[in-house]
């Protein structure tokens, strides 16, 4: 069926150019033949479904029963520079992007109105170099104006007018393609990327691209991979605008205005209009803001309104006969409402033939594609189907896209609204069955499938696992043979998807390893490297020898290119080199600790700050001996405790200009390849090493350091002892209890200073001779106290005065102690209260 192998095409297509009858099923009707013959231009079909390409630098053999096989270019084969063709090659590809002719009656053509301000300028803006986006809503006669400039714009550019269609693409690889294969002369070969970009950068032409879908850094992309053309893209406003900086001219096309309007409704109608078609025709100019194809799609409904009343035959005159099956008096069709003017698709629908009713069934099935005229009779049933879509088109409810007709823009909505959706899958089904038997038929050309991909994709999505794996299995090789590898790629995910769903693993296998060579054709090493493993490891399952040996051969061809890749960019160290062991830059930079007086002009006797430590206790620093030769940096004068830091510089290779890509800021930090340091001029020595009498000095220094610290301890820990143990003789002690409040009492400090003495409550009066009540000095009720060293001086012994504990249940009296100097005691006011002899206070 569709695997026979070796069969030539004259002995299975019939001298008038046509396959046998398509079906459904097996067997083949007597309907109409079915067009197979290659568009003009294209290559005559060899071999049915082996063909051999040229893919960059690979040889590439398609083969539908085992997979493709892949292998290295070999010497001597390297395809040598394309030519470019001339004005009769371009002309003969410039018709066959075109679509086809229809048969049955012809489709009268439509006048372009009101458009001549737009071409005008949009021939000069192009005249100039400069590209052009032509937005407008959808059924605005965009693709009608884009042919009334390309008739002007033939003789602009060296290698003339090239229409392409950019509908359903996303990025620009594939117009990249097809405006090569367009321009040059290079059948079955698809050049790599680096050699695809510097072909483009060479075409120098008036490139027409209709059905937009794509702006932003993807447009981008295109435009600056061909700066000699000139691009006049057509798009709707939904779609996604250029970036500021591509210097895109914008041309908006808007709507008719009311004359033109009712000049187009006339041309379309064939007649005049009465009044009350005038003022219908003015109604629906302000509803659909004069869209051309609401008034095509008008002057449809008046055709057809015309049919029904019998207002083309003049037959008022004759009396209807006995047997005629029409009433003497017919029913008048009265003029569509304005919805049904503003949304015709149902009404329009309606009064068309039963085979355009099942082609619109179709259409809404494979989401708004129509299959080509010489699919209808097998998928209708009837032989005569290939007549509806001119029926369709002249109705307003089809729209050229590239080579296919598909919906116009609205239809589909208001046709499912209604209920021509509801055999969706029915229609989806029949129609991936057809497709699978045709797509394998020997006779049928690769180029013929390309023409029928986006049909082919649409039956495969709505389709069952079954018929989908079916389909993709037959239209995979037809898609790489004729180079449209992006809907290659689109069948295969989806005939793996649907075979993992079927358990089909033998038909996953073969997926899988075609989608490697795909990818390692497009240099995705990490992609191809993943689909191939796993169809190796579902063929090892299955035994299946050769192609685990295809699978083998071509994972093999990975390995190569990876290893070549990491040859010739290896991956940047991100280690930091050793550091050398001794740099000749080393750098001495004195650092001075902090500016000492000089001894002679120091004090005697110097006062420590409270809690400062004695200056006994301080670390001592030496300073290191400096090299003759090395470099001192004279920022102050270096005293006896500066420190000396060794900074070595590490040499690195200088430029001359500071790094601008991340592999300049690498190389500089971590070279590859060090050059070795340059051989230093002769120095002085270095420092000699430190003698023995030096390490000793050290050494005594930290050991005297020690011995301070252990001496300041030892005293520490003695004055505090003699702050809780009273001494064993001293003054006399008086024991007075003093009720206090129940507040926390302020403790006392012998080393903080003398409080001011209060203004409300002065001292009292002493009556033993020879005592003073005057404040004590350095004692402060609010501060701890400290377990520092005393400043009052250890000749003087202080007296204590401690209070008995408390005898009653009320408030506790406070243990008050009073520091009674020779030959006088003090007593804090406030807190402690001298108690006189003589009053009894």
């Given at each position: ?112 109105l009101e458009r001549e301000e737009e071409r005008e300028r949009l021939v000069r803006l192009l005249g100039r170099g400069r590209s052009v986006r032509l937005t407008g809503p959808a059924g605005s006669g965009r693709s009608a104006l884009l042919d009334a400039v390309a008739d002007r714009c033939a003789g602009l550019a060296p290698d003339g007018v090239v229409r392409l269609s950019g509908y359903g693409h996303q990025q620009p690889g594939e117009l990249l393609h097809a405006l090569y294969a367009t321009v040059y002369e290079a059948e079955r070969a698809r050049p790599g990327r680096i050699e695809l970009l510097a072909r483009v950068r060479e075409i120098g032409a008036v490139v027409l691209l209709d059905d937009l879908e794509m702006g932003g850094p993807a447009l981008d992309e295109l435009l600056r991979a061909t700066p000699e053309c000139a691009y006049l893209l057509a798009a709707t406003p939904d779609t996604r605008a250029p970036s ?598």
């Open positions: 069926m569709g695997r026979t192998q070796g069969q030539d095409e004259q002995h299975e297509q019939p001298t008038g150019g046509s396959a046998p009858a398509v079906s459904t099923g097996p067997a083949v009707s007597t309907g109409p033949a079915v067009s197979t013959a290659p568009a003009p231009g294209a290559p005559a079909a060899g071999p049915a479904r082996v063909v051999s390409l040229t893919a960059g630098d690979f040889t590439l053999t398609v083969n539908p029963v085992d997979g493709s096989e892949i292998e290295p270019l070999r010497p001597g084969t390297e395809p040598g520079r394309p030519a470019r063709r001339d004005a009769a090659a371009r002309a003969v590809r410039d018709s066959a992007a075109r679509p086809p002719v229809l048969p049955g009656p012809a489709v009268p053509a439509r006048p372009l500021d900086h591509s210097h895109v001219e914008e041309v908006f096309l808007g709507g008719l205005g009311k004359a033109e309007c009712l000049e187009l409704l006339e041309t379309g109608a064939g007649r005049p209009l009465t009044d009350e078609e005038i003022a219908w025709a003015g109604d629906l100019c302000f509803a659909s803001e004069g869209l051309p194809l609401r008034f095509v799609q008008a002057a449809a409904l008046l055709r057809q309104r015309d049919e029904l009343n019998h207002s083309d035959e003049d037959d008022e005159e004759e009396e209807p006969g006995v047997f005629e099956g029409r009433p003497r008096d017919a029913v008048q069709v009265p003029l569509p409402t304005l919805a049904e003017g503003a949304a015709p698709a149902e009404l329009l629908a309606s009064r068309v033939s039963e085979s355009a009713r099942a082609a619109l069934r179709i259409a809404c099935a494979l989401g708004g594609e129509l299959p080509h005229h010489a699919h209808l009779p097998a998928l209708v049933g009837d032989t005569h189907a290939d007549t509806a879509v001119a029926e369709l088109l002249a109705c307003g409810l089809l729209t050229p896209v590239g080579t296919r007709y598909r919906l116009a823009a609205g239809v589909a909505r208001q046709l499912e609204e209604v209920g021509y959706g509801d055999t969706a899958s029915e229609e989806a089904r029949t129609a991936a069955r057809h497709y699978a038997w045709w797509t394998g038929h020997a006779s049928v050309v690769p180029e013929r499938v390309a023409a029928e991909a986006d049909a082919v994709l649409a039956a495969l999505a709505g389709a069952d696992v079954v018929a989908a794996v079916l389909l993709a299995r037959t239209a995979a090789p037809a898609f790489a043979a004729s180079l449209h590898w992006e809907a290659w790629e689109r069948v295969l995910r989806s005939g793996a998807e649907a075979a993992r769903k079927a358990g089909e693993v033998a038909e996953q296998a073969y997926f899988h390893h075609e989608l490697g060579v795909l990818a390692l054709c497009e240099e995705r090493l990490d992609r191809a490297r993943a689909e191939l493993e796993t169809s190796i490891g579902l063929r090892g399952a299955l035994a299946d020898k050769r192609g685990t040996v295809a699978g083998r051969r071509a994972l093999a061809l990975v390995v190569d290119r990876e290893n070549a890749v990491a040859a010739v960019s290896p991956p940047l160290r991100l280690e930091a080199p050793a550091a050398p062991a001794a740099s000749p830059d080393a750098v001495t930079v004195a650092t001075p600790a902090a500016p000492a007086a000089p001894a002679s002009k120091a004090p005697k006797t110097a006062k420590p700050a409270p809690g400062a430590p004695a200056a006994s206790e301080a670390p001592t620093a030496k300073v290191a001996p400096v090299a003759p030769g090395a470099r001192v940096a004279p920022v102050v004068p270096v005293s006896a405790e500066a420190v000396t830091r060794m900074t070595p510089v590490v040499p690195v290779t200088a430029r001359s200009e500071p790094p601008t890509t991340l592999s300049e800021v690498f190389e500089d930090a971590f070279p590859l390849t060090p050059k070795p340091a340059p051989t230093p001029a002769l120095r002085p020595a270095t420092a000699p090493a430190p003698s023995p009498g030096r390490r000793r000095r050290v050494l005594l220094a930290g050991a005297g350091a020690l011995t301070v610290v252990a001496l300041g301890t030892v005293v520490s820990l003695a004055l505090s002892s003699s702050d809780t143990s009273p001494p064993a003789e001293g003054p006399s002690v008086t024991r007075t209890p003093t009720v206090t409040a129940p507040t926390t009492a302020p403790v006392v400090s012998k080393n903080d200073p003398a409080p001011e003495p209060p203004v409300s409550a002065p001292p009292a009066q002493s009556a033993v001779p020879g005592q003073s009540l005057a404040p004590t000095p350095g004692r402060t009720p609010a501060r701890t106290p400290s377990r520092r060293p005393s400043a009052t001086p250890p000749n003087s012994p202080p007296a204590t005065s401690v209070s008995p504990p408390p005898t009653t249940a009320g408030p506790s009296p406070t243990p008050t102690e009073t520091v009674v100097p020779s030959p006088t005691a003090t007593t804090q006011t406030g807190t402690a209260t001298a108690t006189s002899p003589a009053t009894g206070r």
